[in-house]
């Protein structure tokens, strides 16, 4: 059974930055692809990065227009860990981040997240 466990929310002034970490167990962490995620009570999930599995296009990432530039997602497969780097945030950054983890080595299909971190909040001022 894949775990996931999220940290590293809280709370930042606007233009301020926060890493976010995710721990994860219960398979060969690097075969997978990863992924962070985002929701806003009332409002849908949504997407904002992924990175694919070593062997998938040399771990490509992904990211949503809203965080190109601001937001990083990188992996350390020799810790079992994902990070998500957030800079120049935002109030509209604001939200509970999910960790994800895909089934396959490629994070470009969305749908293919199938495990979810318990989310840690992320709160921006302004």
């Known amino acids: 059974q894949v775990q996931l466990v999220e940290s590293g929310g809280g709370l930042v002034q606007a233009g301020g930055s926060l890493r976010l970490s995710c721990a994860a167990s219960?398979?060969?962490?690097?075969?997978?692809?990863m992924g962070w995620f985002r929701q806003v009570p009332g409002k849908e999930r949504e997407f904002v990065a992924g990175i694919n599995a070593i062997n998938w296009s040399g771990g490509k990432t992904y990211y949503v227009d809203s965080v190109k530039g601001r937001f990083t997602i990188s992996r350390d497969n020799a810790k079992n860990t994902l990070y998500l780097q957030m800079n120049s945030l935002k109030p509209e950054d604001t939200a509970v981040y999910y960790c994800?983890?895909?089934?396959?080595?490629?994070?470009?299909?969305?749908?293919?997240?199938?495990?979810w971190g318990q989310g840690t909040q992320v709160t921006v001022s302004s």
């Open positions: 994800a983890a895909h089934e396959s080595g490629n994070s470009a299909w969305a749908s293919g997240f199938k495990y």
């Open positions: 219960g398979r060969t962490f690097s075969s997978y692809a």
